[in-house]
């Protein structure tokens, strides 16, 4: 069985700091991971996704994240955060296995401070 | 290209009433998903259709919640009698890929708020 977890239920940075959000996930084969960011009162945007290419996944908006399978990690982070970044983020992981369905995590909110 | 669609935006009702939302995908998007969010929870899978057909219901609480996608267009999603635990965000998806392989990306619509009192 698949699932997510995101370690973190708030972040606050400071605007022109870097981000960081932590994500582990457990998969029984090889997952496809996912970040979305949800902006309030906003659908879900895709920011970036892993299908076994690289390990490092460049997205939108500046973000990356790097999957891990030794750590069952897949961390997104920023360089420098904007104010514009203020969100709620969500991890999610889906599997062929599991036809596909995507798992959310709890998702990560984050506030940037000027 | 439009996004998905969805209304109402908000809905406040009473419990044991019923309520019924509406999504219209992207247009040429074969898959259809409706997703409940709790407040400080992520989005759960109730129901997902390809076409005009369903490929998982397996979370949908079927005593109560019903989904229907008759054209393989637009579809809508009814709570009768709708209970205390509904209040959520309810969520539709889209996406062009087909069947459960389908890992092509899901465009969200904005969501429904629905209140239950």
């Known amino acids: 069985a698949q699932s997510v977890t995101q370690l973190d239920s708030h972040v606050s940075v400071s605007e022109g700091t870097p981000v960081l959000l932590r994500c582990n996930y457990s998969?029984?084969?090889?997952?496809?991971l996912f970040w979305y960011v949800q902006h309030p009162n906003k659908g879900l945007q895709l920011l970036l996704k892993?299908?076994?290419?690289?390990?490092l996944v460049k997205g939108i908006n500046g973000f990356e994240a790097e999957f891990k399978k030794s750590e069952t990690s897949f961390h997104l982070t920023k360089p420098s955060a904007h104010m514009s970044d203020a969100a709620e983020y969500f991890c999610?992981?889906?599997?062929?296995?599991?036809?596909?369905?995507?798992?959310f995590g709890g998702g990560t909110r984050v506030l940037v401070k000027p | 290209e439009a996004g998905v669609a969805q209304s109402p935006r908000y809905k406040i009702i009473e419990k044991r009433q019923s309520v019924a939302f509406w999504c219209n995908p992207i247009?040429?998007?074969?898959?259809l998903y409706w997703y409940q969010q709790i407040l400080g929870q992520g989005p759960k899978l109730l129901i997902q259709?390809?076409?005009?057909?369903?490929?998982?219901d397996s979370q949908l609480p079927k005593d109560r919640f019903s989904a229907e996608r008759l054209k393989g267009v637009d579809s809508t999603l009814k709570i009768q009698p709708a209970k205390l635990e509904d209040s959520a965000v309810y969520l539709c998806?889209?996406?062009?890929?087909?069947?459960?392989?389908?890992?092509?990306?899901?465009?969200f619509g904005n969501g429904t708020r629905l209140t239950v009192t």
């Open positions: 892993y299908t076994s290419a690289a390990t």
């Open positions: 999610v992981v889906s599997e062929a296995a599991a036809g596909n369905k995507l798992t």
């Open positions: 247009s040429g998007h074969a898959t």
């Open positions: 259709f390809q076409n005009n057909g369903v490929v998982d």
């Open positions: 998806a889209s996406s062009e890929g087909r069947g459960r392989d389908n890992n092509s990306p899901l465009h």
């Open positions: 998969s029984s084969y090889s997952p496809s």
